[in-house]
């Protein structure tokens, strides 16, 4: 362990932070699963970010808001029982396929999983239903199921919910 202080106290001094000795590529530590109400703060806190990374990917921002408010509700130290971290709940295998190497990190958290949205969302031509439930399940399991939603109980509720929020924000331009 190393001890770090920038306090000095008779010639000794007092810890304030213990650090491993070997780096780490992840910056924050792993939140509780548990999932907090929607941070309507947190939400409107992002905005810019989301707008800009929709705009490079070509997204529209209010599908971008809806996958974080159900992926996250906006805890960007959210982590799933399945390993999925951040924001967009990425799985790590995908954010190294997109060259992303801190997952806490909102704004590379988002770049990765717009990067992967819109690669699913070519994969099945513009197909916002598959490119979610592929999102949620794997592309393999979308193709596995003849390019139709997978009969998993939690992407057959994934979908519909994130179409509910989507529309939602688009109506209401709350995003």
């Not at 997204?59 to 974080?68: E, K, N």
Request: hydrophobic share 35%; no cysteine; net charge positive.
């Amino acid at each position: 362990m190393v001890y770090l202080s920038n306090v000095q106290k008779n010639d000794q001094y007092k810890v304030l932070i213990s650090a491993p000795l070997e780096p780490t590529t992840e910056t924050e530590p792993p939140a509780q699963a548990d999932k907090p109400s929607i941070n309507l703060a947190g939400k409107s806190g992002y905005n810019q970010l989301i707008r800009g990374v929709a705009r490079q990917y070509g997204l529209d921002s209010a599908l971008l808001h809806a996958i974080i408010t159900v992926e996250s509700k906006y805890n960007p130290k959210a982590v799933s029982h399945k390993g999925a971290v951040g924001l967009m709940q990425l799985m790590p295998n995908i954010a190294n396929q997109y060259g992303i190497d801190n997952l806490y990190d909102p704004a590379q958290n988002v770049q990765g999983g717009a990067q992967y949205l819109r690669d699913l969302l070519n994969r099945f031509n513009g197909d916002v239903s598959l490119a979610l439930a592929a999102y949620n399940a794997g592309e393999i399991a979308v193709a596995r199921n003849g390019n139709r939603i997978p009969p998993y109980r939690e992407t057959r509720d994934y979908v519909p919910k994130v179409l509910h929020f989507y529309r939602k924000y688009q109506a209401s331009q709350s995003y």
